[in-house]
């Protein structure tokens, strides 16, 4: 079975400081990994994703991931936090052909 | 292209009442997903369809909940009777294909009283 692990809930940076959220995977066969972010009253949307190849991703926003097979972990950066990054984070896990599983969530907040 | 399209946005009822929420799919895509949230429980896969067939329904809480999807351009949720424990935002996404590419719409948020 396939399951993700997020650390923290919320997490608070300063404006213009680093972003780190974690987020570590279960999972028997190779993984797909994915994060996707809310904004307040909206549905989600993918940020990033990997699946094969290179394991530094980068997605939107200047947000990228690095997929650590030996640590099960895809943890999600941004060296420089800006205050329309306040939004909840999702890490999810797949493998080909299966449903999606997402993780609970951080809400990342940023101080002025 | 238009996105997921939901509606509606929001509804608000009374215990008991029945409630139908509908999403249009994006265009071309063949996977239908029904997504639950609230803040005690985070986000739910309630069913998915494939191709307007239902693929798995076991995250649908109980008998008061039922999905349809009678053509590829159209699925509704409902909830017949409702209660209060059912208030939360119901979020429909759809993918072409099972890659783990979701796009959602916006979400119906939902108030039983």
């Known amino acids: 079975a396939q399951s993700v692990t997020q650390l923290g809930s919320h997490v608070s940076v300063s404006e213009g400081a680093l972003v780190l959220l974690r987020c570590n995977y279960s999972?028997?066969?190779?993984?797909?990994l994915f994060w996707y972010v809310q904004y307040p009253n909206q549905g989600l949307q993918l940020l990033l994703k990997?699946?094969?190849?290179?394991?530094l991703v980068k997605g939107i926003n200047g947000f990228e991931a690095e997929f650590k097979k030996s640590e099960t972990s895809f943890h999600l950066t941004k060296p420089s936090a800006h205050m329309s990054d306040a939004a909840e984070y999702f890490c999810?896990?797949?493998?080909?052909?299966?449903?999606?599983?997402f993780g609970k969530g951080t809400r990342l907040h940023i101080l002025p | 292209d238009a996105g997921v399209i939901q509606s509606p946005r929001h509804e608000v009822t009374e215990m008991g009442q029945e409630v139908t929420l509908r999403c249009k799919p994006i265009?071309?895509?063949?996977?239908l997903f029904w997504y639950r949230q609230t803040m005690m429980r985070g986000l739910e896969l309630l069913i998915y369809?494939?191709?307007?067939?239902?693929?798995?329904d076991s995250g649908m809480p109980e008998d008061r909940f039922s999905a349809k999807m009678p053509n590829a351009s159209f699925s509704t949720l409902k909830i017949q009777p409702s209660e209060p424990r059912d208030s939360a935002v119901y979020f429909c996404?759809?993918?072409?294909?099972?890659?783990?590419?979701?796009?959602f719409g916006e979400g119906s948020r939902l108030t039983v009283l």
């Open positions: 996404a759809s993918s072409f294909g099972l890659t783990g590419e979701l796009f």
């Open positions: 999972s028997s066969v190779p993984p797909y």
């Open positions: 990997y699946t094969t190849g290179a394991t």
């Open positions: 999810a896990v797949t493998r080909r052909g299966d449903k999606i599983i």
């Open positions: 265009s071309g895509h063949d996977y």
């Open positions: 369809f494939n191709n307007n067939v239902p693929i798995d």
